[in-house]
């Protein structure tokens, strides 16, 4: 595939991977997660901003984001950083992200994904990217299929995959109240990872945005959580990330 439809490219990022990185955005997701901040991510199609009056998502090519990737070569060399895909899903756009990573084999990579995808193109784009970060959400498949509109099997099948090959991954567990920060899901949530994850993977727990409802108006959506501004259940996290720090995993509790 030799385009892809990106929303956005984010410069000087700091929170998107390790040193100062851009991250592309690229555009459309297969999950329908409640409690989404960029909803503008989840159709594949461009869509009209109501505040700007323009259209959001716009197709590359790999020789044009090539070039834009390529001039940032004297900031990635000076800050450490690298380049970010997140979304959306990029997992979507497997053959183009492959594609744009045999052009730049000298800059760090990492994927931003839910790792929902087909788990040959997924072990395809793991061998291609130096780093992972890979979304835990509902651990209960019932719940996620309620809560994001998939199963969770494709993903759990492509997390064990990175753990088998050693990957540089970390594990990012969004904090939804009442959704995933009960007792019961950080239970089932703790169990998988010492099931599957070696000793000493990193894991962060990040806090409900309260504000993730604000964008969809915007672009003529509804947010679909109701509990708008219900805070997170913070005794049941930091039980979670005692419970697993004494396990000898690194757990980094952003809530």
């Known amino acids: ?27 459309g997701c297969p ?14 199609q461009p869509q009209y901003n109501s505040q700007t ?5 716009k197709e590359w090519t790999i020789d044009e ?39 730049c084999p000298e800059v760090h990579k990492l994927l931003d994904t839910s790792g929902y995808c087909e788990p040959k193109k997924f072990a395809a784009l793991a061998k291609r ?16 299929r309620k809560y994001t509109g998939v199963s969770n099997h494709v993903i759990l099948e492509n997390l064990k995959y990175l753990m088998e090959i050693r990957k540089n991954t970390i594990l990012r567990m969004p904090m939804i109240p009442e959704i995933t920060d009960t007792r019961r899901n950080l239970e089932d949530a ?11 993977t990193e894991i962060h727990l990040l806090p409900y945005n309260q504000l993730a409802g604000g964008k969809y108006p915007i672009y003529g959506m509804e947010y679909p959580l109701k509990n708008w501004y219900t ?4 005794e049941n996290i930091e039980h979670f990330a005692r419970e697993l720090s004494g396990r000898g995993y690194h757990v980094k509790n952003y809530v």
């Open 1 to 27: 595939m030799d385009k892809g439809i990106i929303f956005d490219i984010k410069e000087f990022s700091i929170h998107d991977g390790p040193g100062v990185r851009v991250t592309v955005f690229m555009k």
């Open 31 to 44: 999950l329908k997660c409640g409690w989404c901040h960029n909803p503008e991510g989840i159709s594949p």
């Open 53 to 57: 009056g323009k259209e959001v998502g």
């Open 65 to 103: 984001l090539t070039r834009r990737m390529d001039s940032y070569q004297p900031y990635f060399k000076s800050c450490g950083g690298g380049i970010t895909f997140s979304g959306g899903e990029p997992g979507m756009q497997a053959d183009f992200l492959m594609e744009f990573a045999k052009r």
């Open 129 to 144: 990217f130096d780093m992972i970060y890979f979304d835990l959400k509902p651990i209960d498949d019932a719940a996620h």
């Open 190 to 200: 703790r169990e998988l990872i010492e099931k599957e994850c070696m000793q000493g």
């Open 231 to 234: 805070k997170n259940n913070t």
